[in-house]
């Protein structure tokens, strides 16, 4: 028998909260996404002004990013041509996100979740990202 840790729904709040709190200060409004442990969908907010096309792709960082246990930009730099990863993200339906935002959130090293942000530069993703896995750490 396993047992399994996980983000609970005021987890994922405290994650949001965190990474809404960024993107406010950098007046990028997004598209956050926090998934549990199994890249599932556990909360998600949607920030007035944010783009419609960025509410799946959110979603699918939070997964990508919990299933590879790394950072969906980590996954972009193995994708190119040439590289070991290279067509990763036309697998599993095209979940798989090799752009920069998505982060797996961990707990004593475990990832326990993840979060997905998207709807500015993958740079501006991926800073709100990590004020979201900062705010989940600070608890």
Request: hydrophobic share 40%.
């Amino acid at each position: 028998m396993l047992t399994v840790k996980r983000l609970d729904i005021k987890d994922a709040h405290k994650v949001i909260a965190g990474a809404r709190a960024k993107a406010e200060e950098i007046a990028v409004p997004m598209c956050i996404a926090v998934t549990d442990e199994s890249g599932n969908l556990i909360a998600f907010e949607r920030m007035d002004g944010s783009k419609t096309t960025s509410i799946n792709l959110a979603i699918d960082k939070g997964f990508t990013a919990t299933g590879i246990k790394k950072g969906t930009h980590v996954l972009g730099e193995v994708n190119q041509p040439g590289q070991p990863a290279h067509g990763i993200s036309s697998t599993l339906g095209g979940r798989m996100v090799t752009i920069a935002g998505g982060l797996p959130v961990l707990s004593e090293g475990e990832v326990v979740g993840g979060i997905g942000v998207s709807s500015g530069s993958p740079a501006q993703d991926l800073l709100v990202a990590e004020a979201g896995v900062l705010a989940f750490s600070h608890t």
